[in-house]
């Protein structure tokens, strides 16, 4: 059984920055490509950030690129998220999520469908 649980979001000013955590459990963490994904209202479930295994290859959304930062401690079985510079549109819930999977390319990386587990989610929002 794989467990992810995410933390550290909350209630952040416009060009402010949060660090969110997500700590797993029940596998070697080091076995999984690790992501962010966030999911607004009534849209659909967008990603954000990825990191490979080894933790030396990582992928971002154009939007998020050059605020946001993934990163994994694999000794502590915890993926992180800095996020700075945050802007009203980035209030939502954000997710980490664990996946098995290998590709000869990094496409993968950034579906949704392709990862095997999720965490509950964590609020961010960020106030003009």
């Known amino acids: 059984q794989v467990q992810l649980v995410e933390s550290g979001g909350g209630l952040v000013q416009a060009g402010g920055s949060l660090r969110l955590s997500c700590a797993v459990s029940g596998r070697t963490f080091g076995s999984y490509v690790m992501g962010w994904f966030r999911q607004a209202p009534g849209k659909e479930r967008e990603f954000v950030a990825a990191?490979?295994?080894?933790?030396?290859?990582?992928y971002y959304a154009d939007s998020v690129k050059g605020r946001f930062t993934i990163s994994r401690d694999n000794a502590k079985n915890t993926l992180y998220l800095q996020m700075n510079s945050l802007k009203p549109e980035d209030t939502t819930v954000y997710y980490c999520?664990?996946?098995?999977?290998?590709?000869?390319?990094?496409?993968?990386?950034?579906?949704?469908?392709?990862?095997?587990?999720w965490g509950q989610g964590t609020q961010v929002t960020v106030s003009s």
């Open positions: 990191i490979n295994r080894i933790g030396d290859s990582t």
């Open positions: 999520a664990a996946g098995a999977f290998y590709s000869d390319s990094d496409y993968y990386y950034y579906r949704p469908d392709k990862y095997d587990y």
